[in-house]
């Protein structure tokens, strides 16, 4: 299986990465705390748990472990720290201010990866390591400026609408 995907294990993490794509953006997309996004931010969590896993079996760059197995030992850390607590029965605001941080970050984690990844493929563009240097950096430098303007937005969401949104999980 000598093509795009390298061998099985690069065409899970392919699919995978499709998958946690299009389901990571719906879920900052989508009304928080809602039934949908409950869902989806599942599919996403899945989805990355099985790319992060199967990142572990693809070598073709460097032949051996390298700097983007590192990366995904940080998106491991990202994904746990976003997830553990939703997964706690009595959740604080500031359990949900960790989880949609944690959770944005992961997701811009995801679109800088896909974004070098893509990059990288374009012949003439720079050299391998300046185009996923400057993919990070700019996916990076405007995901943040979003986030600053959005998190207010969230923090109010979750800090003094939390009966809102209390209620409205149990109507889930």
Not at 31 to 50: C, D, E, F, I, P
Request: glycine share 8%; net charge positive.
């Amino acid at each position: 299986m000598n093509t795009l995907v390298g061998n099985y294990f690069g065409l899970i993490h392919l699919i995978s990465g499709v998958i946690a794509l299009i389901f990571g953006g719906l879920v900052l997309l989508l009304k928080k705390g809602t039934k949908t996004h409950k869902k989806a931010g599942y599919v996403y969590a899945l989805s990355m748990a099985v790319l992060i896993i199967s990142s572990f079996g693809v070598y073709r760059l460097f032949g051996k472990l390298g700097v983007f197995h590192a990366l995904s030992l940080v998106s491991t850390f990202s994904l746990l720290a976003g997830m553990l607590p939703m997964l706690k029965k009595n959740r604080t605001p500031k359990d949900y201010e960790t989880h949609f941080n944690r959770m944005y970050w992961s997701v811009v984690g995801l679109f800088a990866a896909f974004a070098a990844e893509s990059f990288v493929r374009i012949p003439k563009f720079g050299t391998f390591w300046e185009i996923v240097a400057w993919s990070f950096v700019i996916i990076f430098i405007a995901c943040f400026i979003i986030f600053i303007k959005i998190r207010p937005v969230w923090s109010k969401e979750f800090g003094t609408n939390r009966p809102a949104l209390v209620q409205e999980e149990k109507n889930c």
